[in-house]
């Protein structure tokens, strides 16, 4: 593996990455990488794979807060923090493989001014993607949710039939919502010929575009 093939470190002082202990770990899929309370002790990127940080409703169901893909950082925002325990759970949505860097040598990069910066904009991505899970669990109905949800699908597979990366359970959860709940929103939109649903896909009729 090749360190300076990764995005966030690029750029940087090749003599201080000969003196930096980096090690990487592959995980199975639905393997609980961190449990809340755990105490944050590495930063980690993200080599393959997915993982969602969730946290448990009182009736037990999951809400998915944050995914972490390939590229993305997990733990910088805690790493140096008064409370750096992991206040949710994290685990892979598909097996996944994680390059693990010490705090002690997350100190001795910070050195170098470009990996400074690039963990700098990597915790406010982190934060600005919370945001926006706060501002969509507050302010907008299911229906707004789905309706923005599936226009970034659709623009991303480049489709208006999209294919949904995760099960109905996952997606209720991402929502924060009961399984009934989502149901029963998808049947109404499907009833109003605003979308069709065949098992994992929705077709985005021309009422909903």
């Given at each position: 593996?090749r360190?300076k093939?990764?995005?966030?470190?690029?750029?940087?002082?090749?003599?201080?990455?000969?003196?930096?202990?980096i090690t990487?770990?592959?995980?199975?899929k639905n393997?609980?990488?961190?449990?809340?309370?755990d105490?944050?002790?590495?930063m980690?990127?993200?080599?393959?794979?997915?993982l969602?940080?969730?946290?448990?409703?009182q009736?037990?169901?999951?809400?998915?807060v944050?995914?972490?893909?390939?590229?993305n950082?997990?733990?910088?925002?805690?790493?140096?923090g008064?409370?750096?325990?992991?206040?949710?759970?994290?685990?892979?949505?598909?097996?996944c493989e994680?390059?693990h860097?010490?705090?002690?040598e997350?100190?001795?990069?910070l050195?170098?001014?470009?990996?400074?910066i690039?963990?700098?904009?990597n915790i406010?991505?982190?934060?600005q993607?919370?945001?926006?899970r706060?501002?969509m669990?507050n302010?907008?109905?299911?229906r707004?949710?789905?309706?923005?949800?599936?226009?970034?699908?659709?623009?991303?597979?480049k489709?208006?039939?999209?294919?949904?990366?995760?099960t109905?359970?996952?997606?209720?959860d991402?929502?924060?919502?009961?399984?009934?709940?989502?149901?029963r929103?998808?049947?109404?939109?499907?009833?109003?010929?605003?979308?069709?649903?065949?098992?994992?896909e929705?077709?985005l009729?021309?009422?909903?575009i």
């Open positions: 593996m360190i093939n990764i995005p966030f470190f690029e750029n940087l002082d090749q003599k201080i990455l000969n003196e930096v202990k990487s770990k592959k995980y199975n393997e609980t990488i961190y449990s809340q309370g105490i944050c002790s590495s980690d990127i993200v080599l393959s794979g997915s969602v940080a969730y946290s448990l409703s009736n037990g169901s999951e809400n998915v944050f995914e972490f893909k390939k590229g950082v997990i733990g910088a925002n805690l790493l140096f008064n409370t750096n325990n992991y206040a949710m759970n994290i685990y892979c949505t598909e097996s994680l390059l860097i010490k705090k002690a997350i100190e001795n990069l050195h170098d001014y470009n990996f400074a690039n963990f700098i904009k406010s991505l982190n934060s993607g919370m945001n926006k706060i501002a669990y302010h907008k109905s299911l707004e949710n789905f309706y923005d949800y599936f226009i970034a699908l659709s623009a991303e597979q489709s208006n039939t999209i294919v949904l990366p995760v109905k359970k996952q997606l209720a991402y929502f924060g919502v009961q399984r009934p709940s989502l149901f929103e998808l049947k109404k939109m499907k009833d109003e010929g605003l979308i069709e649903v065949k098992n994992k929705i077709v009729c021309k009422n909903f």
